[in-house]
């Protein structure tokens, strides 16, 4: 699956290394596509196909998504409803994939779960891009005093654990599903903004850019209408990464029992839940449906950016 | 190289005022101040005077901050308002547990992963490396809190190999502990192998078709010295960097860890802390751990210097 020519760059960033935390800089690397290299060549971009699997993961992340949009439409009990008559219940016709300790439909649980892990998966990575996103292209192509001050911003914030920081926020703040979301997505600014902006960086000086520039165009044109463009595989590849990420990130408070607070069903709680106790021991279902399910989506998710790196040519760097 | 180091120090201390300012500004931030978390049920106006009092809470906020972080300086993080335990004796009991449980994982990450990887690059794309590659490519979607409650209860609840909680001090019976902490180490240590395994095939992969190697082929030398004499420690830079970069990553792995296995590490501490809003505990183990995690950046940075001096030319 990886690209074993295109790594080479890795090593070339140990010059990016001197001033900055490792690593980190080679998010710079992250960027810097072949795309300029073969578009100005006339080579005809030979495409691998994207593959049965690509196709399989893109389903199954189409499938979450739109369970979790018609749930409150679907046949499901209540996600809270508690049956005592069916407590422990393995699967069957009335419930699909059985039920909790409390007689929950795990089914049900299982989807209006996906609703956190995705609104805060997907919410946050918008948040992050909107805002570095849009940082990240004008100091990558005005460059300058702004530049260097949003660049040395971005890596004092990287320079926190995500986690704690995240956790510190939660404890102070409050744990809504809207407090959670805003949260990550600050917390995903930096990074965002150094994806965009070293791609940014990339195109500011090529010949189009030059040329949309001696024509008049102003800046607020060519970033919006000649860089953008551009930018966007790049982007929309480590948004993805990113949405993997910060969903890693949700199921690892909800685990800890810091994201939205019970009875809301989430992956992370579920899992949680059919750990604690003796549930492993009675009732693995609990545990196994949704760890199933994480396991499939943020596997699906990355495959779906792998495929996408290796269509639009763009270097994985470290992450 | 001397004035090199000099400047990421002075980084170093930017970024950690930065983050004491931050991490005293959570506090203060919240609604109220700080004296309703201290008193807590105690809230008393005359007890509420009194400790405004002693914590110079009446004075500036730029005032207080100092006043703060020199207590900081002396070891004083203040205390929990639940039993009085002091945030310091917290955290020097928890911070072993998180180190022990991140040195074993990475032990084991890098014992799985480099011998792997020096394996499958000498040929690529034969059916042992897809299986190999295909596989930590999986390992990537098994984050912690997915993969440690799957290893409970196959070796825990299932099979009855290892304890699924419980916690010896190395220093009181080093083979209980050891044993006791295999499967919270093994459940942080997936991602890792998955990460450092891609990235070094991949550089080893690219430095094999150098030519210093053709070179080294050429002159008759056999392929296992070629791997560790010459395509080993320039294939290692970003390996080392990626270790870095998972720091992060392994903290939280440990909060898990040790939430699900009762470990009483830094991580259980602060969650329990949070969930019992015990606030000066969550800022003082929040200051800590950060603080930590860039000075841990700060000396990988350094030590990426000694490994390849190419880097202080900048």
Do not use: C
């Amino acid at each position: 699956m990886p690209d074993d020519s295109e790594l080479t760059a890795t090593r070339a960033s140990s010059q990016l290394l001197a001033d900055q935390v490792p690593g980190l800089a080679a998010l710079d690397e992250l960027v810097v596509s072949r795309q300029s290299e073969t578009l100005e060549s006339d080579d005809i971009l030979v495409r691998k196909p994207l593959g049965l699997l690509f196709w399989f993961a893109i389903g199954w992340v189409g499938l979450v998504i739109l369970l979790a949009l018609i749930a409150n439409l679907l046949p499901l009990p209540n996600p809270d409803f508690q049956n005592y008559a069916a407590i422990n219940a393995p699967p069957s016709l009335h419930h699909l994939l059985g039920t909790d300790e409390l007689g929950r439909d795990l089914l049900s649980r299982l989807i209006f779960g996906a609703r956190v892990s995705l609104v805060v998966g997907f919410g946050s990575v918008l948040i992050g891009m909107v805002v570095g996103g849009t940082l990240g292209l004008v100091s990558g192509y005005k460059g300058g005093r702004l530049d260097v001050v949003l660049n040395a911003g971005s890596f004092v914030l990287l320079a926190f654990p995500a986690i704690v920081a995240v956790i510190a926020i939660v404890a102070f703040w409050g744990q809504s599903l809207l407090k959670i979301t805003l949260i990550i997505g600050i917390a995903s600014i930096p990074v965002l903004y150094r994806v965009v902006r070293a791609s940014s960086l990339s195109f500011a000086n090529r010949d189009f850019v030059t040329a949309a520039k001696t024509m008049g165009a102003g800046s607020t044109r060519v970033v919006f209408r000649e860089i953008l463009p551009n930018v966007v595989p790049a982007a929309v590849t480590f948004g993805l990464i990113a949405v993997a990420t910060v969903i890693v990130l949700e199921g690892s408070l909800a685990f800890l029992g810091l994201s939205v607070p019970l009875p809301t069903p989430s992956w992370g709680n579920m899992i949680a839940e059919g750990s604690s106790n003796n549930n492993l021991q009675v009732n693995p279902y609990i545990m196994m449906w949704p760890v199933l399910a994480m396991f499939l989506l943020l596997l699906s998710i990355n495959l779906i950016g792998d495929r996408l790196r290796q269509r639009f040519d763009i270097r994985e760097g470290l992450l | 190289m001397i004035k090199y180091f000099i400047r990421r120090l002075l980084q170093l201390v930017v970024v950690a005022f930065i983050i004491s300012v931050l991490v005293f500004l959570l506090v203060h931030l919240l609604p109220g101040d700080p004296s309703v978390i201290i008193l807590g049920p105690n809230d008393t106006a005359h007890n509420r005077a009194v400790l405004f009092q002693q914590l110079g809470l009446n004075k500036p906020l730029v005032q207080q901050y100092f006043t703060w972080l020199t207590a900081v300086f002396h070891g004083n993080l203040g205390q929990s308002y639940l039993n009085h335990e002091s945030v310091r004796h917290i955290i020097s009991t928890g911070w072993p547990i998180d180190l022990e449980l991140i040195i074993i994982s990475q032990v084991i990450a890098f014992g799985v992963a480099i011998p792997l990887a020096l394996v499958t690059a000498r040929r690529p794309n034969q059916p042992f490396d897809n299986v190999a590659t295909t596989g930590t490519f999986g390992m990537l979607a098994l984050p912690p809190f997915v993969i440690a409650p799957i290893l409970v209860a196959v070796f825990a609840v299932g099979l009855h190999w290892f304890p699924a909680t419980g916690y010896v001090p190395f220093s009181q019976e080093p083979g209980t502990n050891l044993h006791d902490m295999i499967l919270p180490s093994l459940a942080i240590t997936a991602g890792s192998i998955a990460v450092y395994y891609r990235l070094f095939r991949s550089d080893l992969i690219s430095t094999l078709q150098e030519d210093f190697i053709t070179m080294a082929r050429s002159k008759g030398m056999s392929s296992r010295r070629i791997m560790w004499r010459h395509a080993f420690r320039p294939s290692s830079f970003s390996l080392l960097a990626a270790a870095g970069v998972n720091i992060g990553a392994l903290i939280a792995g440990t909060f898990i860890v040790e939430y699900l296995f009762a470990l009483n590490g830094l991580g259980f501490s602060l969650v329990a802390a949070v969930n019992q809003r015990d606030y000066l505990v969550v800022q003082g183990i929040t200051l800590v751990v950060a603080i930590v995690y860039v000075v841990l950046q700060f000396i990988i940075d350094f030590v990426f210097t000694l490994v390849d001096p190419r880097v202080t030319r900048g």
